[in-house]
T-cell receptor, first 112, second 115 residues
Framework: AQSVTQPDIHITVSEGASLELRCNYS??????LFWYVQSPGQGLQLLLK??????LVQGIKGFEAEFKRSQSSFNLRKPSVHWSDAAEYFC??????????FGTGTLLAVQP | DTGVSQDPRHKITKRGQNVTFRCDPI?????LYWYRQTLGQGPEFLTY????????KSRLLSDRFSAERPKGSFSTLEIQRTEQGDSAMYLC?????????????FGSGTRLTVV
């Protein structure tokens, strides 16, 4: 069965600190993987995506993610967090079907 | 193109009433999806259309829910006899056909509150 796990429900970092949000997936073939960000009361915005090739992918707003097949992971990183990055982050898996399967999200708080 | 539009943004209704939401996808996207998101959860798939054809429905979509996409353009999601458990954010997304690596473009959602 396809699934996505985001182990961290809530993370707090200081502004300027580095960030890593974890995502693990379960899928029997090469997955399509996405990270989305959602501000309160808003829809989801695509940050970045992986489907083949280079396992380190760059996205918008200075985010990057690394696909590690051996660990079934696709962790999101940012070297220096800004206060405006406070939001909820969702990892999503696309496989053989047209559906995306989302994790439960990680809520990021940024301390001044 | 201005992206995916959803209307209304917020809807408060009394239990037992019917509600209808509208989604206008990106014009060149022929796939349209409906998701539901409850507090503290990620979006859950409800249904999707390719052009005007509804190709898949989740078991989450009870008989009280119906979705249409006449002429393959905008879509409507209707909930009949609303229940308090229907309170959620209803998200619409669209994508081009044949590009599973594309991801979706989401609208801002319709937040439904059933009182």
């Amino acid at each position: 069965a396809q699934s996505v796990t985001q182990p961290d429900i809530h993370i707090t970092v200081s502004e300027g600190a580095s960030l890593e949000l974890r995502c693990n997936y379960s899928y029997g073939a090469t997955p399509y993987l996405f990270w989305y960000v959602q501000s309160p009361g808003q829809g989801l915005q695509l940050l970045l995506k992986y489907f083949s090739g280079d396992t380190l992918v760059q996205g918008i707003k200075g985010f990057e993610a690394e696909f590690k097949r051996s660990q079934s992971s696709f962790n999101l990183r940012k070297p220096s967090v800004h206060w405006s990055d406070a939001a909820e982050y969702f990892c999503a898996l696309g496989g053989a079907t047209n559906k995306l399967i989302f994790g439960t999200g990680t809520l990021l708080a940024v301390q001044p | 193109d201005t992206g995916v539009s959803q209307d209304p943004r917020h809807k408060i209704t009394k239990r037992g009433q019917n509600v209808t939401f509208r989604c206008d996808p990106i014009s060149e996207h022929n796939r349209l999806y409906w998701y539901r998101q409850t507090l503290g959860q990620g979006p859950e798939f409800l249904t999707y259309f390719q052009n005007e054809a509804q190709l898949e429905k989740s078991r989450l979509l009870s008989d009280r829910f119906s979705a249409e996409r006449p002429k393959g353009s905008f879509s409507t999601l209707e909930i009949q006899r609303t229940e308090q458990g229907d309170s959620a954010m209803y998200l619409c997304a669209s994508s081009p056909q044949g590009k599973r690596n594309y991801g979706y473009t989401f609208g801002s959602g319709t937040r439904l509150t059933v009182v």
